[in-house]
DNA sequence: TTCTATTTACGTTACGTATCGTAAATAAAT
DNA sequence: ATTTATTTACGATACGTAACGTAAATAGAA
């Protein structure tokens, strides 16, 4: 076997299909019923895959239902090209795609909304809200890194000026999350950073 | 409330009912079955009794399977009336009557074949063998202090005399257990004892 | 190269319990 | 005597794992 290829482990391998039914499962309960619809038994019934099977993939159904919301969202890591207001309003636009549905905000809501201590509410902070934010810092280092972009004063202000809006729209719900806004915030901190150098 | 009538709990009461479809349903399954089909959600599903209820009742597949086989066996104790002789043959016969089937004979050989220490073997020993040996104990007992017959010489070799061909023939099946068999056991010992009243 | 052995994952079925809403009982208050 | 409060059992549903037979893979032997 070619050494560049990571050699497969001995024994029947874990099957690729079988998680993508269990997750495609999981996320139709999530936007169709709801998140207190979402079991293991009805997974497990709606997918075909067994129960041992996935919890094989995922501790418990916490954990199923973040990785299932999280089918819509990549993180903006496609968008490896271009500078970087490209990239960072294709990752802004990605973030606002996965939760801007009804159910998608419900979801995140109710997730954001409960215990701060449990599993599901520490996963969609350390998942979505803290990992965008620290893309976002490898997307602008790397800007700065490559000379396309001044250092900014204070990276952590800029940072909190990117992503607080969006998500203070997704918890609240108070304004819409669409895209124009997802645009209009990346722009708007962008040219702070141009005007800072200016002046 | 008669202080005569055991006080009921506070509390709803276990339901007798319920108890009694789930035995129902557990020995359809051992006679019908066999004793390997028997498990605690075949019983649920067929009795309509939900698993938390039956596991009130019974802690494991055993305990139901044993008590699902005592349906049929009431250990003697209705022949309340009568000589020793009337006694020993009623609980005799209802004995061979709980085991004679064929089904019966199989379920019995599977428990008594099974490794010793388990559950289902210290139950079948203890509920059946021994106990029917302790009722055959209290019979004579209660005779002979009733003054209808002499205390045996031995009551230990009596009752092993009375209960070792009935569970030799229950356990190797080289001969029909029958009520006529049943009859001649106890005939054949309580003759023994009227020689040794003669002698 | 083919065959056999071994390893690991999958699905099936069962286990035994947790949680919750409801039912059936008694105890206490009115 | 009636109503309310409290206790305990029931059924529904879900959890998370055990055991087993089979499938899908690699490793080793021939």
Redesign the pocket.
């Known amino acids: ?1 070619s050494q560049d290829l990571e ?9 690729l299909a ?2 993508a039914k269990a997750l495609r499962a999981a996320h139709d309960i999530l936007m169709n019923e709801g998140f207190g619809r979402l ?4 997974v497990a019934a709606k997918s ?6 996935i ?2 993939h995922w501790s ?2 916490s954990e199923l239902a973040m990785a299932a919301l999280m089918i819509g969202y990549d993180g903006g890591e496609t968008g490896g090209g271009g500078s970087l207001e490209d990239q960072l309003l294709a990752q802004m636009r990605s973030l606002v795609t996965a939760f801007a549905t009804t159910r998608g905000r419900q979801i995140a809501l109710t997730l954001a909304a409960s215990d701060p201590e449990s599993e599901m509410t520490k996963a969609f902070r350390n998942r979505v809200i803290l990992s965008s934010r620290e893309r976002g810092r490898e997307l602008i280092e790397g800007a700065v890194n490559h000379g396309s972009m001044p250092a900014p004063e204070d990276i952590e202000v800029l940072l909190d000026m990117l992503y607080a809006p969006v998500f203070y729209r997704l918890l609240l719900g108070h304004l819409p999350l669409s895209l124009e806004f997802a645009d209009s915030v990346v722009r708007a901190a962008l040219a702070i950073m141009e005007v800072r150098q200016k002046g």
Do not use: D
């Open positions: 076997m050699q497969r482990k001995r024994g029947r391998p874990p099957s079988a998680r079991t293991i038994e009805a075909g895959v067994s129960k041992p099977t919890y094989r418990n159904a």
